[in-house]
């Protein structure tokens, strides 16, 4: 936060700045109670209200041992939370144990409400629950046993996700036998972490004579929105390198933790740099063993991690093999991978084949390891973060617990424009996504080549033959390029994308569906937007604001200013009768705020949904921030405001 108000003050000046925390603190306000780190159900002032659109049902209800903000929000039932949110579900996170942790994070929660579970919880939110809402349990334990009930009293989903091995030292305080047996009867669905505690639940079935369930193999996963290794990010302060630098993150606690592997290694090289993230407040009495090239950094928000990851050259699971680390799927091997970093690991039977991970479990084997200095295979990275992102982990629940329907409005209805320039870097990962969740939409994809000159046009003709129409555009420009695009166009929905986004999930057009289904004066929907100033120029976007500027609980929002062309949604009726982009625009800068004010201009409304399951790696062909650029947008900024001055000023109404 630090950093972009800095930022803002450079650009805009200190009354600007004091006027954008303002409201960036009163949004948060309004959206959360920031008082409490527990919350239900915020009210919002009825001005409002008819702004927002409700997320559509099923609610889902994460039922978790500790707080969203443990572990800097980087624990498991975190990411579902998070993904879900992300999917446009309407989160409830209930936890059953207080934090114990020395540093406690007043984080983003994006959920409608954070509750720790007593013994009146039970009835707090039983007005909040529906039939076929899903509940998803992560333990055994006897504090769950009212929510259990509940949702078994109002006909819900359950899913029981075996996620530790709990009859060792790691199930005190938490396991309870009938619990298990409870959760095992009435479950819809069964799932286990590791390949281990799967058989496990299989083992249970058996003793416990329950049948007909079905048990399902997910690991963790990654969030790899965050944790991305094409990221330029800059190095942390407090990482301290040397000839290798190594890193390690999460719990520092437990009988299952290899600290003799860690610390023979460092005392045998001084000249490596072992960097460890997490609560050490009491593991005393392994500090005072510990050389000094052993480094405590603390605990770290989960955002913070990707670029510790980046600087270093490994990455470790010092985890011990037996009755613990042999049921343990590490989330955090998911987030190394996927930042493109090798991974030292002990041989733990879940992760024995994932790419760029090496075993041992004796200093002198990691001594080996290192001494081959092998080379980290970013292609088999990407492909097996594309199989284990929390996106695909929650599409897999949903799709073995709601029954599949396949009659989308938007099936064999969609045309796909996608600029290109210069960027066949990204290009490629967006098409394959794009191509890789079609089996709901049977979309059309059109690429329009604005003049590249890297060879991504040729690479494009001779990779995605048959697969995508590809058209070329005489000069560089968005608004003649998407303007080519739609000429192609043969469906009823036009979609814009940008070459630097990709998609997430099979399901990852159903938020805007869900608006077009319940929303009658939709002429546009976009999954980015901003506010004017006060000299109606292009000014403030949603990712200023806490929570990109959407309560937890609500589907989209009409009361923003303008909104941005990747991600946005409209009808080729009303595409032509704005007469598509303004070619005045080209190359770039402003052509989607000027194609938000023609929508409004025709009677029709515009709306802002945050969950198009797609993620964004921005400024891949602006050059945004150069002298250049900055030009630029000054330039089109004048022709804008004059053009909408003249025409209907009155469409300038919401500023920030």
């Not at 963790?220 to 094409?230: H, I, K, P, S, Y």
């Not at 490596?272 to 997490?278: A, L, M, V």
């Not at 967006?430 to 046009?457: A, C, H, M, P, R």
Request: glycine share 6%; charged share 25%; hydrophobic share 35%.
């Amino acid at each position: 936060m630090i950093n972009k108000i800095t930022k803002h003050l450079k650009e805009y000046g200190p009354i600007e700045t004091t006027k954008w925390l303002y409201n960036c603190v009163l949004f948060k306000i309004r959206s959360r109670k920031i008082k409490s780190m527990d919350f239900i159900e915020i009210e919002k002032e009825n001005k409002y209200l008819k702004h927002l659109v409700p997320k559509i049902k099923p609610n889902v209800f994460i039922v978790a041992s500790v707080p969203y903000y443990d572990i800097g929000g980087g624990q498991r039932c975190s990411g579902l939370a998070k993904t879900f949110n992300k999917m446009g579900y309407n989160v409830n996170y209930l936890y059953a144990f207080r934090s114990s942790e020395s540093t406690k994070y007043n984080i983003e929660m994006p959920m409608a409400s954070h509750l720790f579970i007593k013994e009146n919880t039970k009835e707090k939110i039983a007005n909040i629950v529906s039939a076929n809402d899903l509940f998803i349990f992560e333990a055994p334990s006897s504090k769950f046993a009212d929510i259990l009930d509940l949702a078994i009293e109002k006909k819900c989903k359950i899913v029981y996700e075996n996620i530790d091995n709990w009859e060792t030292s790691l199930g005190n305080g938490v396991f309870d036998k009938d619990m298990l047996i409870k959760l095992l009867k009435n479950a819809d669905l069964l799932v286990g972490s590791a390949k281990p505690l799967v058989e496990q639940l299989k083992n249970y079935l058996k003793e416990y004579k329950i049948k007909d369930k079905k048990v399902l193999y997910l690991a963790n996963a990654v969030d790899d929105e965050l944790f991305c290794g094409l990221k330029k990010l800059d190095k942390p302060t407090d990482l301290i390198t040397d000839k290798l630098t190594f890193l390690y993150y999460g719990s520092l606690w437990g009988e299952w933790f290899d600290w003799d592997l860690i610390i023979d290694l460092a005392i045998k090289h001084p000249r490596y740099s072992f960097n460890i993230i997490g609560d050490y407040k009491n593991i005393d009495n392994i500090i005072k063993l510990c050389p000094h090239n052993i480094h405590f950094l603390g605990l770290k928000k989960q955002v913070d991690l990707p670029a510790y990851l980046k600087y270093v050259d490994y990455s470790l699971i010092p985890f011990k093999p037996g009755e613990i680390g042999d049921y343990v799927s590490p989330l955090k091997i998911f987030e190394y991978i996927s930042m493109y970093t090798k991974v030292l690991s002990t041989t733990l039977p879940d992760i024995k084949d994932y790419p760029n991970v090496y075993y041992g479990n004796t200093v002198e084997e990691w001594e080996k390891i290192i001494a081959e200095n092998y080379e980290v295979n970013k292609e088999s990275a990407d492909n097996f973060i594309e199989e284990n992102t929390w996106c695909n982990r929650v599409t897999k629940i949903i799709e073995n617990i709601y029954p599949e329907t396949n009659n989308s409005i938007f099936k064999d209805n969609l045309s796909i424009i996608i600029l290109n320039y210069n960027n066949k870097n990204i290009i490629f990962k967006s098409l394959n996504s794009l191509i890789k969740f079609n089996e709901i939409y049977n979309y059309e994809i059109i690429v329009v080549d604005n003049g590249s000159t890297d060879g991504s046009y040729e690479l494009l003709e001779k990779k995605y033959k048959g697969q995508i129409k590809l058209v070329k555009n005489t000069k560089n420009g968005c608004s003649s390029g998407r303007n080519l695009g739609v000429q192609q166009a043969t469906k009823k929905y036009l979609l814009f994308l940008d070459s630097d986004q990709w998609i997430t999930n099979k399901y990852w057009l159903l938020p805007y569906e869900n608006i077009l289904n319940n929303v009658e004066d939709v002429g546009l929907i976009g999954w980015a937007a901003g506010f004017f100033n006060k000299n109606n120029q292009a000014y403030h976007v949603v990712d200023s604001f806490p929570y990109r500027y959407m309560p937890s609980d609500s589907l989209a929002r009409n009361d923003i200013g303008y909104l941005g062309s990747g991600g946005m949604l409209v009808t080729k009726e009303d595409f032509n009768k704005v007469e598509g982009f303004d070619i005045k625009y080209d190359p770039t800068c402003y052509e989607d705020t000027d194609f938000s004010l023609k929508i409004r201009n025709i009677d029709k409304e515009i709306y802002y949904c945050p969950y198009l399951g797609l993620i964004h790696l921005p400024h891949q062909t602006t050059k945004s921030g150069s002298k250049e650029h900055q030009k630029l947008i000054k330039q089109k900024q004048e022709y804008f405001t004059n053009k909408w001055q003249k025409i209907n000023k009155n469409l300038f109404k919401y500023k920030k």
